[in-house]
């Protein structure tokens, strides 16, 4: 006779359907008839991963077996992974025989894997990617380990009270994550502060001894991320904080009671929470303390799989190739260092040489002002040793840096890791690129941008290390699970392979773009999802959008140079043509916003407040009858992301020309057949050059318009003399139209328009306007609206992040893929 399934492994609808009732009993101590939602969901969840775990176990060993095959270590501060549930069953393969065994046991999967809360373990675009990034490693079968934070609040959770943004604590671990196993054989002792000397080492040279002021132990939590077909799993590695010693008994003793614990309190607090972005950078020593914490742990854990394989450690880059995501992890560049020579020995040349052979690293941003700098002073109180090795860094950079270019004095200011103006600063950008191999930005212009303006003179010394590989998304979880309707529909033509080789597949769907009936099920998927979009819009908003509208999205991080308040500038203009003719030929719009805004960012702030007030406004006027509706979703995360995505008709990507790295949501909402709205800047450039001049609506100045303007000197107020309904719309801002009378409400916002207006919104207004006007005049002819959305997504196949992960592995990592 056949063996019994093994009841953890067990696939079949029926052996699930044991597996979730065993689970629900022994991991919840409940009983079927008094299990609550989240019990299920905690069933289910154990599971799931049950059958995660041989893949998982199989992918550690093989990360610490294989020396031959280099390991990529994603370090990263944020990763915005989202909810687990359906992605690792999606992974699997076994949402169907689940959602059966659940409904035979009257519970319905898709509330259940609704219930999940979110690590919010990420700011928005910079940790989503990282997530989509570890999902397509696992896909590709390619070893890696994703190094992070394990923060106890993670991004805080947005309400909208009486229209304005209030941030609460995102108490995400209060009940257990199913998804982590901690490894309590996996901590690293972490130092901090204190004071450096030198003493002579038994061999009888000198070396550089380091007191530390505090020591931190970081403790490894594991969660695995599994790739399409569930073969091949890697490793999610994050670190949280705990004391050395819980408690100190010579205190406790003496009768401090307080005091016992203070150590314990102190440490602790460093993996506590994640800072938002968007926020000054000055004074926050504990983010330092984070970034060194997980850097350090992390580098130590590399170097102790490293040594497991009995290699030389002069060979540990070709262990491991290490990308530095952002500057929030360049303090490893030092920390290897410090490792190598004071820890190990290694003569400083070996060392530099298998430090600048390891790291590589991306830039997220064009904004000046988000180049991460350190206080030298602070600096050197939480780094001492650091900070010296930094100094020396820079002392033989300079060196060659002068050697090279004797005609130009003042080029070596200009590179200098540390910024001599007052109070002096470590320059973490030039630390990254100094320490790293090659520097890629994340779109082709971006890329190019920052080898003309924001690293100009780094990319000038180091031509070879500089190059591009632009940004893309998981199509598992932004198309096949977040949109069941579409991926249905796509599938029905072309098959299911586009889910692990999306841009050989999907392009196959160009030759249906005209299929009526095609078409009509694209159109009946979209309206599913538009309905999906509603009944959220209805219970947790209270608005009432209409389906059949056209859904126009605007969901990010609110920032000024994102422009939500060019949006709603273009709202105001729309509802006062409505207003004053009611009659008008008008196509339905339900403008749907959604963000969070950094906690002191006042100017992105009075923007939510103005799209709830103007949505308060519009939404009850009777002269617009509903035809043009506002909402603002809260919290915008992953899972609403999930929801919204798939929805949205025109996806409005409307940032300043030059100012956006690439954009990642410009995407997911491509691939869900949204048609885009946006100006030539990040990856929409590239997005348009795919879909076709003809599939995409392009209104704005270009970044090369937008600089000579600003040479030029711009003037905002010259823009309102020959657009009246901009200077309508301002005025009314400003009178109190959208603040219930209050004249002095949006006056900041309005008089920084009128006086500033950094990120050109006059400027781009009247251009943007009749932009809209195209879309709403296209949106009107349904088959030429649904073959411009089919074409979208049949194109955009090099958005997917398999893509980016193969140029990485190819360009940048030396590492082999399929
Ligand atoms: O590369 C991912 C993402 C880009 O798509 C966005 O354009 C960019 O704004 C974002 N950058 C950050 C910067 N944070 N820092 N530093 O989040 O990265």
């Not at 082709?444 to 010394?461: C, I, M, P, Q, T």
């Not at 959604?594 to 407040?609: E, H, N, R, T, V």
Request: aromatic share 10%; proline share 5%; glycine share 6%.
């Amino acid at each position: 006779t056949a063996a019994s399934p093994d009841p953890r492994t067990d696939c079949s609808r029926e052996g699930l359907r044991k597996a979730v009732l065993d689970n629900l009993f022994y991991a919840t101590g409940h009983a079927q008839e008094n299990a609550a939602r989240g019990d299920w969901y905690t069933a289910v969840a154990y599971t799931v991963r049950d059958r995660m775990l041989k893949a998982w176990v199989q992918g550690i060993e093989r990360i610490a077996a294989d020396g031959d095959v280099r390991c990529v270590a994603y370090l990263s501060a944020e990763f915005l992974i989202g909810p687990q549930l359906g992605a690792n069953m999606l992974a699997l393969g076994i949402t169907e025989p689940m959602r059966e065994a659940l409904a035979s046991l009257g519970q319905d999967l898709d509330a259940i894997v609704f219930h999940e809360p979110e690590p919010g373990l990420g700011n928005g675009g910079l940790g989503r990617l990282a997530a989509c990034f570890m999902d397509s490693l696992a896909t590709l079968g390619v070893p890696a380990i994703g190094y992070g934070i394990r923060y106890e609040f993670g991004m805080f959770r947005q309400a909208i009270e009486d229209g304005a943004q209030v941030e609460l604590a995102d108490k995400w671990l209060r009940r257990p994550f199913p998804w982590e196993l901690p490894r309590g054989g996996q901590q690293y002792e972490v130092r901090l502060g204190g004071k450096t000397h030198m003493e002579t080492a038994p061999d009888g040279t000198l070396r550089v001894q380091w007191t530390p002021a505090k020591t931190v132990t970081a403790c490894a939590h594991d969660i695995p991320v599994v790739g399409h077909g569930g073969t091949h799993c890697n490793l999610l590695r994050l670190w949280r904080a705990e004391a050395v010693e819980a408690f100190d008994f010579s205190t406790f003793n003496a009768g401090e009671y307080f005091s016992s614990v203070h150590d314990k309190i102190f440490s602790e607090t460093i993996t506590k929470v994640l800072y938002p972005n968007d926020d000054p950078y000055q004074g926050k020593q504990l983010r330092l303390g984070q970034q060194y914490l997980f850097v350090s742990a992390s580098l130590q854990d590399m170097l102790h799989i490293h040594h497991s394989l009995g290699k030389p450690l002069e060979t540990f880059h070709t262990t491991f190739a290490i990308q530095l995501n952002d500057t929030h992890p360049a303090v490893a560049v030092a920390e290897l260092m410090r490792l190598l020579v004071d820890v190990h020995g290694m003569d400083w040349d070996t060392a530099w040489s298998v430090t600048t052979q390891t790291f590589a690293y991306t830039n997220h941003t064009l904004l000046p002002e988000a180049l991460e700098k350190w206080p030298l002073p602070l600096f050197a109180e939480v780094l001492p040793r650091h900070l010296e090795i930094v100094y020396e860094i820079n002392r033989r950079f300079l060196e060659s840096v002068t050697a090279a270019h004797p005609e130009d004095p003042d080029l070596a200011r200009r590179l200098s890791l540390i910024d001599e103006t007052s109070p002096r600063f470590v320059r973490m950008a030039h630390l990254a690129t100094v320490g790293s191999k090659a520097v890629n930005g994340v779109a082709a212009l971006h890329s190019e941008l920052l080898k003309r303006d924001v690293l100009g003179d780094l990319a000038a010394f180091f031509p070879e290390k500089f190059t591009n590989v632009t940004n893309g998304v998981t199509p598992r979880r932004w198309l096949a699970l977040c949109n069941p309707a579409l991926a249905a529909c796509i599938s029905n033509r072309i098959g299911t392979r586009w889910q692990d080789h999306f841009e050989e597949e999907i392009i196959r769907l160009e030759e249906f773009a005209d299929d009526p009936d095609f078409q009509a099920q694209w159109q009946a998927a979209k309206l599913t999802n538009k309905q999906r979009l509603t009944h959220l819009a209805k219970t947790i908003l209270r608005v009432e959008l209409d389906p059949a509208a056209l859904f126009d999205v605007q969901v990010k991080r609110i920032h000024e140079y994102k422009r939500q308040h060019l949006n709603v500038l273009r709202v105001i203009a729309l509802y006062n043509r409505l207003r004053r003719n009611p009659g008008m030929d008008f196509v339905p719009r339900a403008v749907i916003f959604g963000g969070k805004a950094a906690p002191a960012y006042y100017l992105a702030k009075q923007i939510i407040l103005l799209v709830n007030r103007v949505a308060e406004v519009v939404n009850t006027d009777p002269a617009v009858a509903g035809r043009l509706r506002v909402a603002f979703v809260p919290n915008f995360n992953v899972r609403s992301g999930q929801v919204i995505y798939p929805a949205a008709d025109l996806s409005q990507q409307i940032s300043l020309a030059g100012k956006e790295a690439s954009g990642t949501g410009n995407m997911k909402f491509g691939i869900n057949g949204a048609v885009t709205i946006g100006t030539l800047d990040g990856a929409n450039v590239e997005m348009r050059a795919c879909v076709g001049e003809e599939n995409f609506f392009l209104f704005g100045l270009t970044t090369d318009e937008v600089q000579a303007v600003q040479r030029a000197g711009y003037s905002p107020a010259a823009h309102l003399e020959g657009n009246p309904e901009l200077a309508e719309a301002l005025d009314q801002i400003r009178s109190g139209v959208f603040s219930r009378g209050d004249a002095g409400c949006f006056r900041p916002l309005v008089d920084n328009l009128l006086h500033r207006d950094e990120y050109l919104v006059l400027a781009d207004f009247a251009s943007y306007m009749d932009c809209q006007d195209r879309a709403a005049r296209t949106y009107a002819d349904p088959a030429a609206w649904t073959r411009m959305s089919i074409l979208n997504v049949a194109r955009l196949g090099m958005f997917s992040s398999d893509r980016s992960i193969r140029e990485y592995c190819r360009n940048i990592w030396n590492v082999p893929v399929e």
